[in-house]
């Protein structure tokens, strides 16, 4: 009787809808919490601790036994550049789409009405609902030696032959990067400026503060989170992308992802995870890095004081 009693005491509240606010955001996040988990988390742990493993020529495949030799064959045939490569890359192209992307934030969220706001962010979507490879081909003709550019400077008797380095090369590579991503850092940056009181500029107007000293002292100081977040989703998409280096870097041309899948298919997995785990370890110290400075989290609290 007395066990009987307990549990009525504990669970005939559930049945009533009597539940406090801590049990309902638990039994809440519960489900997509454990879908993160088996789906996010399990995988990159696998990855880690088979990046310990060793890799057997004979079976080609791998055996449970400890081993570096996945992360030292990283300093073999110059795959420690192409990570080095690969890093500069991003963080090249991550820097140049959150130039590209403040002004044309700003320009969506404070000088321009609904419809246009509507007519800006569709433009910049629109394009995704074609395949990375479309938008990389494409390039190709408008920057090969008979695309669009190339002929046009040539008709305006700029230039007296093609420009060979407009395809094929690392600024080629660098424009299908800023075509693809830049929304990446549009996103951001439009919603930490929306959590930016607009009296605040009005305010610093008002006290004399010129556009540009009131843009850079108020306005940039307030919206630091979504630059980093901006900035950190471009970085992770150039990271993990080869459609705009195969299609517009020649064929010399190599990233990390390249590199993954030439290793994969030799069957040479620890090696391939520990390239991985090298990238995800780069990755995870950013992302821990701006929400210590930059207070990622802040995307998402209250708003901008």
Known sequence: MLRAATFAARFLPLCNGQLDMPFRRTLLIAPPLAVVLLLGVAPLVLVLVWSFWTWDPATYWIKPEPSLAGYGAILDAGRWTVIVSTLAKSLGAALLCTMLAY???????????????????????????????IRSFSWRLVLGRTGAINETLQALHIT??????????????????????????VFPLLLSMRRVPPELMAAARDLGAGFWHAVFTVLVPLTYAGLFAGFLFVFVMVAGSSTEVQMLGGAGASIVSIMINDVMRVANYPLAFAISVIMLVTIFGMVLIGNAFFKLSSLFGEEAE
């Not at 404070?110 to 490879?133: C, E, H, K, N, W």
């Open 103 to 133: 002004p044309l934030a700003y320009a969506i969220h404070v000088m321009s009405g609904p419809r246009v706001q509507m007519l800006l962010l569709a433009l910049i979507t629109i394009p995704f609902f074609t395949s990375y490879l």
């Open 160 to 185: 007296s032959a093609p420009l060979d380095w407009l395809l094929f090369s690392n600024f080629a590579v660098m424009i299908g990067f800023i075509a693809s991503y830049l929304p990446f850092a």
